[in-house]
């Protein structure tokens, strides 16, 4: 399975930002994929498990809100009232059966994609 993001960029403090990620590659049947976003020190942010459960870490609660498509196999993160602090590497991973807070669980991850706050 491959995943390529988009939607990073630089947008000022109290902003919106919308992030995409893609998975391509499966042959097998499909059945719903757990899909999440990271933080380049592996720090969950959203997550998404294949039953449509949704999980968050405290700091995005509220401000972000992360939906998935299975029909196109993409997975969303609304950012909305960007801060400063979000600024960072956004990573999307997926996995056929987690869903949850745990990057070590996940099988697929995707290059990346750089979101910047400005103050």
């Known amino acids: 399975v491959q995943l390529v993001e988009s939607g990073g960029g630089l947008v000022q403090a109290g902003g919106s930002l919308r992030l995409s990620c893609v998975a391509s590659?499966?042959?097998?049947?499909?059945?719903?994929?757990?899909m999440g976003w990271f933080r380049k020190d592996r720090q969950l942010v959203a997550a998404i498990a294949p039953t449509?459960?949704?999980l968050y870490a405290d700091p995005v609660k509220g401000r972000f809100t992360i939906s998935k498509d299975d029909d196109k196999e993409m997975v969303y993160l609304q950012m909305d009232s960007l801060k400063p602090e979000d600024t960072g590497n956004y990573y999307c991973?997926?996995?056929?059966?987690?869903?949850?807070?745990?990057?070590?669980?996940?099988?697929?991850w995707g290059q990346g994609t750089r979101v910047t706050v400005s103050s």
């Open positions: 590659g499966r042959t097998i049947p499909k059945r719903p994929l757990g």
């Open positions: 449509g459960e949704t």
């Open positions: 991973a997926a996995d056929l059966f987690y869903g949850g807070s745990s990057y070590n669980e996940y099988h697929y």
